[in-house]
């Protein structure tokens, strides 16, 4: 597996539109582990409300040390009791992810709260999910000088969902993505990112950006592209532009870009293969 491509897609199986039950899904994360592609994988998603109503029990060896990401479905005030609730041995949450504004709402008062939490973890990378509106910048003023103070604190963001407004245009995420650049922030995304080229869902209507759109997109703006290169990346449905500057930063660490959660892990494995990004074959 390419270093590029290293811990790229989370294993959110048990999100939609996958909704896989967790015993499969922590079967299935154990087979993905264990596969010729397990770098590309990150750590099982598991939403807050599954491992307070005790999910996790039972099906997890403390011998293992299974690896998850905490989504904080039940707000930030629900992540030290879904904390308390993971396995004492063999149960360890990589990161905790959590919105902290609604759309159209301040994001300022979740983020201090957000921070206050993330400063008793003992170092666990805090993941804030900040709607791409009202107060944006600010928000991402506020994490960056965090982040400087040395908390490890990042920014997530909404790329689709089951609304037209959940889908930022390639210009409003060319300018996220440069405004991460430029503070020197990471950040993850979440949603609509099934492939890995910008296409149109012929069920929904909606256009979806492609995660290697994403990739080369983060790539120019790492080497100081602006705004408008970036968003005619993210734009792009040809893929012989995206995927030329993916292989030539093949063997380099992916810039600013943590990753984002995928409910298939083939899927996007397979358009890799597909589009010469990563060679070798796997069993579905």
Not at 74 to 95: C, H, K, N
Not at 200 to 213: I, K, L, V
Request: glycine share 10%; aromatic share 6%; with cysteine.
């Amino acid at each position: 597996m390419p270093r590029l491509f290293a811990g790229l897609v989370d294993d959110a199986a048990v999100f939609p539109p996958g909704n896989a039950a967790v015993p499969d899904a922590v079967v299935a994360h154990r087979r993905h582990r264990s596969a010729w592609y397990a770098d590309l994988v990150g750590p099982l998603l598991l939403p807050a409300s599954v491992v307070t109503a005790g999910e996790l029990s039972g099906l997890v060896d403390p011998a293992e040390g299974f690896v998850i990401g905490l989504i904080g479905d039940t707000g930030i005030e629900g992540l030290p009791v879904a904390l308390s609730f993971l396995p004492p041995d063999g149960v360890t949450a990589r990161q905790i992810e959590v919105p902290v504004a609604k759309r159209g709402e301040d994001p300022q008062p979740g983020l201090a709260e957000l921070i206050k939490l993330a400063e008793g973890l003992g170092g666990t990378p805090v993941y804030a999910e900040v709607p791409l509106t009202f107060g944006l910048m600010a928000a991402l003023d506020t994490l960056a000088d965090t982040r400087a103070g040395g908390l490890p604190i990042a920014a997530k963001f909404r790329t689709g969902g089951l609304a037209a407004e959940l889908f930022p245009t390639p210009v409003e995420l060319a300018a996220v993505i440069c405004a991460c650049r430029d503070r020197e922030l990471p950040f993850k995304l979440t949603a609509g990112l099934h492939h890995a080229i910008r296409h149109r869902d012929p069920e929904t209507g909606f256009t979806h950006h492609g995660f290697a759109n994403v990739l080369a997109a983060t790539l120019a703006a790492a080497e100081g592209a602006e705004v408008d290169v970036v968003a005619e990346l993210l734009a792009a449905t040809d893929p012989l532009r995206v995927v030329e500057r993916a292989r030539a930063h093949r063997d380099a660490e992916r810039p600013l870009w943590i990753g984002y959660g995928s409910c298939s892990i083939e899927e996007p494995l397979t358009d890799l293969i597909r589009l010469g990004l990563v060679n070798g074959g796997f069993e579905a």
